[in-house]
C-alpha cells in the first residue's frame, strides 16, 4: 500500500539526516526538500550522534567515502539504531574498488540497515551475485532476484536495485517498478537523489518495504513527467523540469502514473 | 542609506573569501558572481591567511563544520581583524547540536565579527532568547528585537535574523525588511547565499548595517521578481529565475520594490 | 584534425577519475556525462590507484586542495603514468597563494602531465611569464606564446591557456581558438568545467593537442549557442541552456561552428 505516503511526508515534513558525497549533496538535500522532506547534512564525528537522534532517518552514502567519514557513518548508524530510526545504506561504487566494497560490507555487517539501494552492479556485488561496473555505474547486466532475496533476508532489510526495472524486496514480497525514463540518466546524481527520497519515505512511514517502492515509483514518475516537458531539450532544462515534477507530485498522478508489479 | 550600494559592487568587484560548507559552496559561489563580487574558497590551513590578505571579505558559514574547519576559520579572521576586513559568520545549525553552538560562541569570542546573521531560531540561541531548530532550519517563532539589540552590543557588530520579517539591528538602529517570497524556502541554500551576498556589500560598503540591509532587501526582492516568472513551475524554474534576478537587479528596481523600515 | 574526436568519445564513454575541488565537482560530473563521457569522483589515499587504473583519463584540479588531497593527486597519477593514462593540471589559483603554486609545481615536478590549462594569470606564472590573479580569476592581461611553448617544451606536455583568445601549445604548434562568449563567466565553474572536457577528449584520443584543441572549441561553441537561446536572461537560464548544448553538440555544428587557427 503506497497510496498516502506521499501526503505523509508533506504532512511530517521528516528531517532526513544524511552523510553523503561531495558530488551531489546539494542534489540530496533539494530533493529532499522538494518532496517534502527536510534536509540535514553533518558528518563530524563530534556531532553525528546528536545530529541523527533528531532525525527520522539516516542516509549513508559512500560516493566519495573516506575512512574518517566511515567511522562516522558507523557512529551515527549505531546511535540510530538504538532510537529505531531507520537506516539507508547506498553503496555507491561498490564493486569499483575493494575500498568501497568492504566500507559497504562493514556498515552491513556493523549496523542494522533498512535499506540497502544500489544500482544493478553494486547490489549484484553485494549479494555475491556479481556485476559490472566502470566508476560508479553499472554496466548492463539484468536483476538477479533470487540472489536479492537472500540478501535481503540475511540482513533483515529491503534489498533495492535500480535498473531500466527496478527491483525491490524484503525478502519474500518482491516489486518490480518500471517509472522512470532515460532522460535521467543524463544528469549526475539520480541514484543519490533516489535514495535520499527513499529515505524521506522510510521517515513517514514504517514498512520499508512499501515506503521504498512508493519512493521508487515517485521518483521514476517525476522523470517521466519532466521528459515529457515541452522546453526540456538536453540533461540542463530536464534539471529545472524533474525538481518542479517531485514538488508538484500529488497522490493522484502516482496512482494514475505508477507502474508496479508486486509479486 | 542603502542606495548606490549595488552599483559599487558591480565598480568594485569585492573578491569574498569563503570558508563554508559543502552542500552549498557552489551555490555561494554562483551568487557572489550574479550579484557582481568574485568568490573565492580556500579552506587550508596552510593558505587561508594569504587568501583573506587579498580579499575584502571574509565569509564563515559552519554549515558542515569540522574542528579542522573552524581552526582555519578562526586563523583566517584573524588576520581579516588585523586588516580591516570585514568578517561575516553565518552560524548555520546552532542550537542543533553541541558542537555547532559551541562552535558559533567560539568563533564569536576569538574573533572581532562584522555581522552574525542566521534564521531566527539561530540567532535566537546565540542571543539567549531561546529557539527551535530541526537540522538548519527554524520551526516559527518570531524575533526578539531586545535581545538582538543586547547581542549587537556586545559583540559591537550587525545583527542580522531572517523570517518572514527579516530584522537586522547594531544595537541601536533596527531595520525590518519585507521582501522575500514563500519560493525561496523550497530551495536549499538561500540562507548561506544571503549571507555571500551579505559578504558582497560588506566588501564594498564599510557601513555594515547598510551594507546589510541593502543585501537582504536585494536578495528578498530578486525572490519576489523570479516567483513573478511565467516559466516558474517548483524549485527547479524558481532557482533558474532567482539567479537570473539577482544578476539583472538595478539600483532602481530595488529603489522600487524594496520593504525596508528603520527605526 | 579534430574532427570525429566528440563522435568518439560518445562511442567510447571515457571514464574520467577526477579529484577535483568542492565547489565545481557536481558541475564537472554533469559536464563529463553531457559531452559523452562517464565521470567518477574518488579522492581517498586508500583506492585512488585502484580507480584510476579503470579510467582512461585522470583529472587534478587543484580548485579547494588540502595537503592530503595533493598527496593523493600524486599516488594517482603515479599508476596513471605507469599505465599511460592522461593526466591533465588546472592549477587553478596558482598565484593566489604559495600553497597553490607549489602544490602545481610540485605536480609538475612528480607526475608527467599530458595537459596543464589554466587561465592566462595561472598559466603566465607556472611558466615564469607573471600574471595578475584575483582569487582564483585571471585579471586582464594576454597569452604570452613564447613561455608557453617553453613550458610545454620543458614537461613535454600541451599548455592550454583560456581567455578572450585561448591558446593551446605542444611546444611547436600553436592554436587560437576564438570560441566562447561572455556570458560563460557569469557562472561559476567554467574554467573546471573545460578541464574536465579536455579529460574527456584525452580519454578518447591520444593526440592530446588534437583533443585539447577539440575541447575548447567545443566548449566555447556550446556557450556561443546557449547565450544566443531566446529564454536565457542571465547566468540560471544560461547554464541550463548550456548544458544542453554540449549535450546536443554535433560534429555537423562543430565543424561549422568553430574558430580555430592553427600556427
Known sequence: MIEGLLNRIRGRKPLVHHITNIVTVNDCANITLAIGGLPVMAHAIEEVEEMVAASQALVLNIGTLTREQVDAMIMA???????????????????????????????????????????????????????????????????????????????????????????????????????????MGTITGTGCMLTSVVGCFCGAESDYFDATVAAFASFGLAGELAAAHQEVNGPGSFRAAFFDEIYNLTEEKLKAGKKVKIE
Chains 1, 2, 3 share one sequence.
Open 77 to 183: 548508524g549505531r546511535t540510530a539504531n538504538s532510537l529505531g530510526i531507520p537506516v539507508i545504506l547506498d553503496p555507491v561504487g561498490a564493486g569499483a574498488t575493494a575500498m568501497r566494497t568492504e566500507s559497504a560490507k562493514r556498515i552491513m555487517r556493523e549496523l542494522r540497515l533498512s535499506v540497502i539501494k544500489g544500482n544493478i552492479a553494486e547490489i549484484g556485488i553485494l549479494a555475491g551475485a556479481g556485476g559490472k561496473i566502470r566508476g560508479v555505474e553499472a554496466e548492463g547486466g539484468h536483476g538477479d532476484v533470487g540472489s536479492y532475496k537472500r540478501l535481503a533476508m540475511d540482513n533483515g532489510c529491503i534489498i533495492a536495485a535500480s535498473g531500466v526495472t527496478d527491483i525491490i524486496t524484503d525478502g519474500k514480497r518482491v516489486a518490480y517498478v518500471d517509472n522512470g525514463h532515460p532522460m
